[in-house]
């Protein structure tokens, strides 16, 4: 399937991936480590114990997988507000309605398209 421009929503879910390359789940779950690039593990808790300081304001990514479909990862990823107006988690492939932006990120989403395809990826993969 052809990756979409722009994300499209269906209910509660992009259904179809940004990018025409598959998410690779080991790319994903470096994102999702790094204190530069995903900053999950400042909020959350993932099956990461490398990791040792993890958050625990937000749920626990462990068993994301079997919680939620690919479609519904990708849209959490891409924009939380869209599920949940007021949410903390940052919207990490939109742009839009965005306050007191670094001008370096002015315009520019916090994780890629490919970024966000890896990381759903990596989600995917944790079942328990």
Known sequence: APAAAQPVW????I???????PGDAARGRAVAASRQQGLCLLCHEAPIPEERVQGNLAPSLAGAGSR???AQLRARLVDARRLRPGTTMPPFHA??????VAPAWQ??????AQQ???????LLTLRE
């Open 95 to 100: 742009t839009d309605g965005l306050q007191r």
């Open 15 to 21: 259904p179809v991936p940004l990018t025409a390359q």
């Open 116 to 122: 966000v395809e890896d990381v759903v990826a990596w």
């Open 10 to 13: 269906v209910d509660d879910g």
């Open 68 to 70: 939620w479909s690919e």
């Open 107 to 112: 315009g520019r989403p916090l994780l890629d």
